[in-house]
């Protein structure tokens, strides 16, 4: 019999909901349950129908970080082999948005998983850290680069030295997350807003995301180059046409992702 899968994934019209499944060891990371998590999402890719995911945990944990049982003994040796944490970044090298549900505890490689996606939306209950300090090592999948990226280096500093956790409304205070809403809503509250972005024409949706994340690692100037290259680049497509001309003719339009 096949192990349960560490990541799930179900399907419902444009927008697919992802899983983590490891609820006992509070969905820690390890590099199985990475390897499902990018499988999935790279199949998902291909599927047309599908345009916005959701990626979420349970109501006590997005993920309580990377899995230290995994990697307690491991020596740099292994480490540098086996490319440990390299192949997250693949979480958001794909062309779909993805929208972070995380309730209770996002720490360390949980948080920084949150940090891949393009928006977060978190419960009342939700815990934000990189607590890597405590356990003598530092964040290794991007928290001391997006964490700082995104509530500042002074905060972020605070928290990578200190090992602290906020609560959901100083994350949102800081800008780390979109919205705070009550435990029972947050993961339908990221469906719905999943929906919405689903609805919007693909492939702008696509440049437009590209364009953000491009310019928030790069100079205004190369940011501002591509922008204008995928604004002019969404004049060859089918849904400009009739994005526009719907606006003209006062109906509604109907983009189909060409
Ligand atoms: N790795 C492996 N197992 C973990 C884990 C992790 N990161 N976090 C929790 N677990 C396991 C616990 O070992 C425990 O398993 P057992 O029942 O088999 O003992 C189970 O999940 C439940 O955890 P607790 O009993 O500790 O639950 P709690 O409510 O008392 O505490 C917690 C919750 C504060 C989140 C605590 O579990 C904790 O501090 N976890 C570790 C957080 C952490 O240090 N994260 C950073 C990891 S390193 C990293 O992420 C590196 C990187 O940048 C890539």
Redesign the pocket.
């Known amino acids: 019999m096949n192990p349960e899968p560490l990541v799930l994934h179900e399907i419902d019209g444009p927008v697919a909901t992802l899983t983590l499944n490891r609820p006992?060891?509070?969905n820690?990371l390890n590099p199985e349950l990475m390897d499902q998590l990018i499988g999935v999402i790279a199949d998902l890719d291909k599927n047309d129908a599908v345009r916005c995911l959701v990626l979420t945990g349970n109501a006590r944990?997005f993920a309580?970080?990377?899995?230290?049982?995994a990697m307690a003994d491991s020596t740099p040796t292994q480490m540098v082999k086996e490319q440990r944490?390299a192949n997250w970044s693949d979480v958001q090298r794909y062309s779909k948005p993805i929208i972070a549900a995380v309730s209770g505890?996002a720490?360390?490689?949980g948080c920084?998983l949150a940090m891949l996606c393009d928006i977060i939306i978190a419960s009342e209950t939700a815990k934000f850290g990189q607590?890597?300090i405590?356990?003598g090592?530092i964040?290794?999948?991007g928290?001391t680069q997006r964490l700082a990226r995104a509530i500042g280096p002074y905060r972020a500093m605070e928290l990578i030295l200190t090992g602290n956790q906020i609560d959901a409304q100083e994350a949102y205070a800081a800008g780390l997350v979109n919205r705070v809403v009550p435990v029972e809503r947050y993961l339908r509250e990221a469906q719905e807003l999943a929906a919405e972005i689903a609805a919007r024409p693909p492939i702008a949706v696509r440049l437009a995301r590209e364009a953000v994340r491009y310019g928030a690692d790069t100079t205004v100037r190369d940011g501002l180059e591509i922008e204008r290259r995928n604004f002019y680049l969404l004049f060859d497509s089918a849904d400009q046409k009739e994005g526009m001309h719907a606006f003209l003719e006062k109906r509604k339009a109907t983009f189909r992702g060409e």
């Open positions: 006992k060891a509070l820690a944990a309580a970080g990377a899995d230290i049982k944490f505890f720490l360390g490689g920084e607590p890597e405590n356990i090592i964040p290794g999948a928290g």
